[in-house]
């Protein structure tokens, strides 16, 4: 996810304070890692901490525009950001907040 991606020092936008991958062992999982790069058992690591994650929603937002890294419970692609919105819409997100000035419909 991006917060591996900031220059060291950098403050972490609000929303990324609140990533389950920022702190504890979970942050060692290769998060930058181009497509294809992680083990398909570091990939299944990494979803499984973005499915419990309290910020999915708006990870898949700031996504956009990311051509590699893992966010939001899967391996970017930048054509993806579009089908990921769709999917997590289409999902239930009841209980993932949204980032302040997101308007979610
Ligand atoms: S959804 Fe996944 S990649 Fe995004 S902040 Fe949460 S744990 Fe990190």
Known sequence: MTAAR???GAPLPDWMR????VSGPERLLPWIAEPG???AAEVAAMARVC???PVRLACAVD???ESAGFWAGRERGRLEALDLLDELAASDTS???APAGLVVV
Not at 18 to 21: L, P, R, V
């Open 6 to 8: 900031l220059p060291v």
């Open 18 to 21: 609140h990533g389950s991958c």
């Open 37 to 39: 790069q992680a083990s």
């Open 51 to 53: 499915a419990g994650c």
């Open 63 to 65: 996504a956009r525009g």
């Open 95 to 97: 209980d993932v907040a």
